[in-house]
């Protein structure tokens, strides 16, 4: 028989949303459990330079931020163990949850921030530069392209809107494109063509991603023309794959009310999901935002409304 560990509060996901909701509820004084799954500190592990995370007035970097999340949490009480779920029980409450280590987690009730991934080429020098001139959020990291030439690769709204988004910065963008017209609604399409610093290159991948190693920075790109399968060259400073994003829901298919593209659906201003005790905060509910300030103020939400949900029903 598995170990079975109960608390009032299981938050699943050590991203920026988890750790805040962590903080609030151990602040509550609800004993919070947070698994932190396979990526200890979430998305914000794999990027470098963090300049819009509010209160700091220096660049820092994105796995020192976690580390100081996590150190809080861990502070006002919160217990943080390195596990993952792999299946739910959200038919009754206690709800139940398996994980891969073997152990049965019980609890009352339940926050979900377990994030979402972006999606990738899957080139190997892509990953090489990913945080050095390679990254897949524009709001993120488009100011440090000040008069840089960068390339945006995707065709649909996302792509676009970055696209447009990096115009403010950068002196030259690139769209390329695998097909010949875009999936993007059309009065984003017209802006897009409408836009003087704007280029599209139709029916092209990149192939192979050119830098230096010392410090690293990506210089050029491959470009392969899927048509012709002619190969050319262009230089550039950044590249934004817009290729969309994965919220991380398989677990939850089926037992919880879930978007047409996996992200988990809540109430209007409220983290509350389908079913009572269960609430869902950060990238894994949010395919507009994204940001680690909106995940974290998703977290506080999720642990207020935790709080006022099992106070309600003590009383
Ligand atoms: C390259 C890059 C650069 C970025 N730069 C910035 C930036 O400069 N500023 C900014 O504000 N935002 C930035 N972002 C976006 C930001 O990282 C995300 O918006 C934010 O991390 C979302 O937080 P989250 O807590 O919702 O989830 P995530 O950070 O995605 O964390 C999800 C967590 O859930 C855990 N998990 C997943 N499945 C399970 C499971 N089954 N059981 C238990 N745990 C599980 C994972 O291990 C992980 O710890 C960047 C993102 C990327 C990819």
């Given at each position: 028989?598995?170990?079975?560990?109960?608390?009032?509060?299981?938050?699943?996901?050590?991203?920026?949303?988890?750790?805040?909701?962590?903080?609030?509820?151990?602040?509550?004084?609800?004993?919070p459990i947070l698994l932190t799954g396979i990526e200890p500190g979430g998305q914000m592990t794999i990027t470098t330079d963090v300049e819009n995370y509010p209160g700091f007035s220096d660049v820092v970097q994105g796995p020192w931020l976690m580390e100081e999340m996590r150190d809080q949490a861990k502070k006002v009480g919160t217990k943080i163990i390195l596990d993952t779920i792999i299946d739910v029980d959200l038919s009754k409450r206690p709800f139940i949850l398996k994980s891969d280590s073997d152990v049965v987690y019980s609890c009352d009730s339940l926050i979900i921030s377990t994030g979402a991934q972006a999606k990738w080429l899957g080139l190997e020098s892509e990953a090489k530069y990913k945080g050095y001139g390679v990254s897949a959020c524009a709001t993120c990291d488009g100011f440090f392209y000040k008069d840089k030439k960068v390339v945006v690769v995707g065709g649909g709204n996302t792509a676009v809107e970055e696209a447009l988004f990096l115009t403010n910065f950068a002196k030259k963008v690139t769209l390329i494109h695998r097909r010949k017209e875009l999936r993007a609604e059309k009065i984003l399409q017209k802006k897009l063509f409408d836009h003087p610093k704007i280029e599209v290159i139709w029916d092209s991948e990149i192939k192979e991603i050119l830098g230096s190693d010392n410090p690293p920075s990506v210089e050029n790109i491959t470009v392969r023309n899927m048509i012709s399968n002619a190969e050319s060259q262009i230089d550039v400073d950044g590249v934004f794959i817009a290729i969309g994003h994965s919220p991380s829901s398989k677990i939850f298919k089926d037992k919880l009310k879930i978007s047409d593209t996996g992200y988990i659906?809540?109430?209007?201003?409220?983290?509350?999901?389908?079913?009572?005790?269960?609430?869902?905060?950060?990238?894994?509910?949010?395919?507009?935002?994204?940001?680690?300030?909106?995940?974290?103020?998703?977290?506080?939400?999720a642990a207020l409304e935790v709080e006022s949900l099992l106070s309600s029903e003590e009383s």
């Amino acid at each position: 028989m598995s170990e079975i560990i109960h608390s009032k509060l299981l938050i699943l996901g050590s991203g920026p949303a988890g750790y805040t909701a962590a903080i609030y509820a151990s602040r509550a004084m609800l004993e919070p459990i947070l698994l932190t799954g396979i990526e200890p500190g979430g998305q914000m592990t794999i990027t470098t330079d963090v300049e819009n995370y509010p209160g700091f007035s220096d660049v820092v970097q994105g796995p020192w931020l976690m580390e100081e999340m996590r150190d809080q949490a861990k502070k006002v009480g919160t217990k943080i163990i390195l596990d993952t779920i792999i299946d739910v029980d959200l038919s009754k409450r206690p709800f139940i949850l398996k994980s891969d280590s073997d152990v049965v987690y019980s609890c009352d009730s339940l926050i979900i921030s377990t994030g979402a991934q972006a999606k990738w080429l899957g080139l190997e020098s892509e990953a090489k530069y990913k945080g050095y001139g390679v990254s897949a959020c524009a709001t993120c990291d488009g100011f440090f392209y000040k008069d840089k030439k960068v390339v945006v690769v995707g065709g649909g709204n996302t792509a676009v809107e970055e696209a447009l988004f990096l115009t403010n910065f950068a002196k030259k963008v690139t769209l390329i494109h695998r097909r010949k017209e875009l999936r993007a609604e059309k009065i984003l399409q017209k802006k897009l063509f409408d836009h003087p610093k704007i280029e599209v290159i139709w029916d092209s991948e990149i192939k192979e991603i050119l830098g230096s190693d010392n410090p690293p920075s990506v210089e050029n790109i491959t470009v392969r023309n899927m048509i012709s399968n002619a190969e050319s060259q262009i230089d550039v400073d950044g590249v934004f794959i817009a290729i969309g994003h994965s919220p991380s829901s398989k677990i939850f298919k089926d037992k919880l009310k879930i978007s047409d593209t996996g992200y988990i659906l809540t109430d209007p201003d409220s983290t509350a999901t389908s079913i009572t005790g269960v609430f869902a905060a950060g990238d894994v509910t949010d395919d507009k935002y994204r940001q680690a300030v909106t995940a974290a103020g998703m977290g506080c939400m999720a642990a207020l409304e935790v709080e006022s949900l099992l106070s309600s029903e003590e009383s």
